[in-house]
């Protein structure tokens, strides 16, 4: 057992608690991970505050990137000493993860949400003889070391972006580029209109630009991160808080946009979006909702008449293997500067982080073991 720092959640609506916590070592189909930064994702606050039911206490966490510092005896591929980004957990035999879309693994439920080893119902870590949740989308990387699963895993080469910066990549950037490179592949020429400007929808201006879209629309109230996407290749921005946002679209592109990307799980923003489509559009959902039970209502014959797609979207649908490569390859050619929407925080300061964060004081918080 080694003793760590981490960021525990003990309560629903309750600030992270930093505590001195025992980790097990590594079994053998696992890895233990030096943390050097993790992401803040909105994700994490919502499962600590029990949008799904989820054990506590726990460490969350699950945009990792750090130092190998040991290995599982059927570990293969992974080394000491490698430079790696975490990623979320799949099995890697059922058809999903054999088709390359591992996101929507046959076990993704229970493998990155259990809190727990799905074999025994053991955790990786410890506070005394209590026991806390561990393996949050197989990592648990609010912490300065974590023990993930082997296809956790993504190890990353030389690269101009500092490690400490690169675990976003694992999740929020990897969903926001995914979901327009991957998920509605937007090929050159289209339109696409983004609605909200937090991480995840500036990593999908930036995707859109990757992809040659020649209309990028954000849509998104706070002035700051207007500026940030016309900066990354915006070509309009809209401020939904003084125009009406179907109204503005139609403005830019009558015949209505090609696709349209959703990260707010706002039914309003939703509704607005979807009547923004033209002919044979398509909308990208992947934000988190505020309650649960949310639903949108279609008209089923303008769906039809129309044929309107609408795409429930998970990480993007990446191979973490393949894609988290490319995207650092387009960042150090200098097509996707995701590391200049960050702002770093010691994870002691994780509370601070969130505050900041959600007040659009900083657009991608990254926290810090502390030394």
Do not use: W
Request: glycine share 12%.
């Amino acid at each position: 057992m080694l003793e760590i720092q981490a960021a525990v959640a003990r309560t629903p609506s309750g600030p992270f608690t930093i505590e001195a916590v025992q980790i097990s070592g590594p079994r053998d189909d696992e890895v233990l991970v030096k943390i050097a930064g993790v992401g803040l994702c909105h994700t994490d606050i919502v499962f600590k505050d029990q949008f799904v039911p989820y054990p506590l206490p726990a460490v969350l966490g699950h945009e990792g990137a750090g130092v190998v510092e040991a290995i599982g005896t059927n570990v293969h591929g992974v080394a000491v000493g490698d430079r790696v980004v975490l990623g979320f957990s799949s099995c890697g035999t059922c058809p999903r993860c054999d088709e390359g879309l591992p996101s929507y693994c046959r076990t993704f439920v229970p493998l990155n949400y259990a809190g727990q080893r799905l074999d025994d119902g053991s955790t990786a870590l410890a506070g005394g003889d209590e026991s806390i949740a561990s393996h949050f989308f197989g990592q648990s990387s609010f912490a300065s070391h974590a023990i993930v699963r082997q296809r956790n895993v993504v190890k990353v080469g030389d690269t101009k972006a500092d490690l400490a910066l690169l675990g976003p990549l694992g999740c929020g950037f990897q969903t926001g580029a995914g979901g327009i490179m991957r998920s509605l592949a937007c090929p050159a020429g289209s339109s696409l209109a983004v609605f909200g400007g937090g991480p995840v929808g500036l990593a999908a201006v930036m995707g859109a630009v990757i992809q040659g879209c020649s209309i990028i629309v954000l849509v998104e109230p706070v002035a700051a991160r207007r500026d940030i996407a016309l900066s990354l290749g915006a070509t309009h921005v809209i401020d939904p808080s003084v125009e009406d946002v179907t109204a503005a679209i139609r403005s830019i592109i009558a015949q209505g946009i090609d696709f349209a990307f959703d990260t707010t799980g706002n039914i309003g923003v939703i509704d607005a979006a979807m009547a923004s489509l033209g002919s044979h559009g398509a909308i990208g959902l992947v934000g988190v909702p505020k309650n649960a039970d949310a639903s949108i209502a279609v008209n089923i014959a303008q769906v039809m008449t129309f044929g309107h797609r609408i795409i429930g979207i998970i990480e993007g649908d990446s191979d973490p293997q393949t894609f988290i490569p490319e995207l650092l390859q387009h960042h150090d050619e200098g097509r996707f500067p995701f590391d200049s929407l960050i702002k770093t925080f010691p994870l002691s300061q994780i509370n601070q982080a969130i505050a900041d964060q959600a007040r659009g004081d900083c657009v991608k918080a990254v926290l810090i073991p502390d030394t």
